[in-house]
């Protein structure tokens, strides 16, 4: 079974500047995708960035892009320029890319991020 | 093009009692998929439905069912309540069936069972 773990519960950034939120994961399987979802309180989740793990090159989304590195089974996100609409849970999550499976995802916990001023 | 609509959005119910909550997906979506968010399990997979067939389920004791109908539309069902039913049940829709295609979250239904 896969396993999707995020190590920082919460972080903090200082509004226009950088963050990183780290990410990683655990399987047995060479293809699949990695997806960075926000929930903020409206609770609605919402898609931040896919990454395909055939792609070598990382996923850029505007501000949001993020670091895959495969042999370490990585996966974290930077938000550059951060602005206070950030703010919000953000979720790591996995998904098989093999045939004939579900479209299942296997999220991590969540980590909390607050922008301040 | 509207969104994922979850109804009711909040729910009281006492324990032994059922609860249905429904779905209705992104117009031309098929696939409809179930998860259940709790502060100490987090995101957990329930089920999905594709063409009104489950096409999997999680690992979820049988209290916990769902079905589609012809228009996509999607329902899931609690039964005899337990107090860690309460949760935030979410749903998401996307066109096609498996592994493919990016999932769109509704803003769910939160359940709470006293």
């Known amino acids: 079974a896969q396993t999707v773990t995020q190590s920082q519960p919460e972080m903090s950034v200082q509004e226009a500047e950088t963050v990183t939120l780290s990410c990683t994961y655990d399987?047995?399987?060479?293809?699949?995708?990695l997806f960075w979802y926000k929930q903020p309180p409206s609770r609605q989740m919402i898609l931040v960035i896919r990454q395909e793990a055939y792609k070598q090159q990382n996923a850029t989304e505007n501000r949001f892009s993020v670091n895959f590195q495969k042999a370490a089974k990585s996966f974290s996100l930077k938000i550059s320029d951060s602005q206070l609409g950030d703010a919000a849970m953000y979720f790591c999550?996995?998904?098989?890319?093999?045939?004939?499976?579900?479209?299942?995802?296997?999220f991590g916990t969540g980590t909390r991020l607050q922008v301040t001023l | 093009k509207a969104g994922v609509t979850q109804t009711p959005r909040y729910l009281i119910k006492t324990r032994g009692q059922q609860v249905t909550l429904s779905c209705s997906p992104i117009s031309g979506h098929r696939s409809v998929s179930w998860y259940q968010q709790t502060p100490g399990q987090g995101l957990q997979f329930l089920f999905e439905?594709?063409?009104?067939?489950?096409?999997n389920k999680g690992n979820f004791p049988g209290r916990f069912s769902g079905r589609q109908f012809s228009n996509s539309r999607s329902e899931m069902n609690v039964s005899t309540l337990e107090l860690g039913d309460s949760a935030l049940y979410l749903c998401?829709?996307?066109?096609?069936?498996?592994?493919?295609?990016?999932?769109?979250f509704g803003e769910g239904s939160r359940l709470t069972v006293l």
């Open positions: 998401a829709s996307k066109f096609e069936a498996g592994n493919t295609g990016e999932l769109f």
């Open positions: 399987t047995s399987e060479s293809d699949y995708y």
């Open positions: 439905y594709f063409s009104e067939t489950q096409r």
């Open positions: 999550a996995y998904r098989s890319a093999l045939r004939g499976t579900a479209s299942k995802l296997t």
